[in-house]
């Protein structure tokens, strides 16, 4: 079946600019998660959204980072007046709450944004 | 909250031995620890995982196990092949929303 996808696959922008990146995530996963991880490094929480809850927000970094997830699908990730320091890959990861793979992630290939 | 340290950070071996990584972790709540496995330009990869309630699990030419009284666990891959060649990274979540802490990874590098 089709797996988490995300775009843009790559994104330029400006410092200053506001960008926008999407997750799709897998069919009737009800867990969401954001990833940031910088270049050869590690993967650092941003977000976690698990059905109608309130999302889990203590990982963003700053208040220029948002997140929302509408009717428990789709989830767009938002950085305001981006900063040099902001360049990452931006990794999406859904899973399911219940069940034997439960905790198990299955993340998109990322969202490269280079903010110049 | 949790720390998770994996070591080595790049290992580097020859077509057909056994790689051994090797992970820490802080939180005595800690009950699920996956493996993931990241070639270059794409996300993570589950390969493997183990619950607090089990020692060992193996899936073919890789097995993890875990000790939850020194808390550690280690990430065994036998029989070597090019193909293995990416990073490796350890977690470690507790239940409910399961956010993983993760390790800062392993390089690994099979020489054919």
């Known amino acids: 079946g089709a797996g988490v996808s995300q775009s843009p696959s790559n994104k330029v922008t400006e410092k200053g600019k506001d960008v926008e990146l999407r997750c799709d995530p897998i069919s009737g996963h009800t867990a969401l998660y954001w990833y940031r991880q910088s270049l050869g490094q590690g993967l650092e929480f941003l977000i976690y959204f698990q059905g109608n809850s309130a999302p889990d927000k203590s990982g963003l970094p700053s208040d220029r980072f948002s997140a929302e997830r509408t009717g428990g699908s789709v989830s767009t990730l938002t950085i305001q007046r981006t900063q040099q320091e902001d360049s990452a890959v931006y990794l999406c990861?859904?899973?399911?709450?219940?069940?034997?793979?439960?905790?198990?992630?299955?993340f998109g290939p990322g969202t490269r944004l280079l903010v110049l | 909250g949790e720390n998770v340290e994996q070591h080595p950070s790049t290992l580097s071996v020859q077509e057909g031995d056994s790689a051994v990584i090797k992970c820490t972790y802080s939180d005595s709540a800690s009950n699920y620890f996956p493996w993931y496995k990241q070639e270059l330009g794409k996300g993570p990869q589950l390969i493997i995982d183990i619950r607090s309630n089990v020692g060992e699990k193996k899936d073919q030419r890789i097995a993890v196990t875990l000790n939850k009284t020194a808390k550690h666990f280690s990430l065994h891959i036998t029989e070597t092949q090019p193909e293995d060649s990416a990073v490796y990274f350890c977690a470690a979540a507790s239940g409910g929303s399961y956010i993983p802490t993760f390790g800062r990874g392993t390089s690994l590098i099979v020489h054919p």
């Open positions: 990861a859904t899973g399911t709450s219940g069940g034997t793979a439960r905790g198990a992630q299955y």
